[in-house]
């Protein structure tokens, strides 16, 4: 199963709801990402005239195909109910939220992006988190170690 992370969103941001959503993709895009040739590190999303877009999101060009292949960092379209996006919007524009893709998968045929709604971290928390990390590896290193 192939699966995208994001793995500097929960270094970066306290990720207070998740959102699943589909994506608008080409045909070339959805076989670059079936093998794995896409990255999301530098991705986010943004509300715009009532619709979620996704911008940033490097999705490898396909190398099988011709001279229609895709651009490689285009705005691509989320697939959200209005409600949702309504909530979203709300939550972007008054609480200070930000739109972070956390992962990409596939479920059955189609692409999802699960959306975390997140607020950034200060410096301090980042070294807090790292530090419960780094003890939490150290546990379980000590279990191991006395389990043998």
Do not use: Q, W
Not at 121 to 144: V, W
């Amino acid at each position: 199963m192939i699966e995208i992370k994001n793995k500097k969103a929960t270094f970066d941001y306290f990720i207070e709801e998740e959102i699943e959503c589909g994506i608008v993709l080409k045909g070339t895009e959805i076989k670059s990402i079936r093998n794995g040739l896409a990255n999301i590190k530098d991705c986010y999303a943004i509300i715009k005239n009532n619709e979620v877009f996704l911008l940033n999101m490097f999705i490898a060009k396909y190398d099988d195909a011709s001279i229609f292949n895709h651009d490689e960092r285009r705005t691509r379209k989320l697939l959200l109910n209005k409600k949702e996006i309504l909530k979203l919007k709300d939550k972007v524009e008054v609480s200070g939220y930000t739109l972070i893709p956390i992962k990409v998968y596939f479920k059955g045929n189609k692409v999802k992006v699960l959306l975390g709604l997140g607020k950034g971290k200060k410096t301090y928390d980042k070294r807090n988190s790292l530090k419960e990390k780094d003890i939490k590896r150290e546990i379980t290193r000590t279990l191991k170690e006395n389990n043998k």
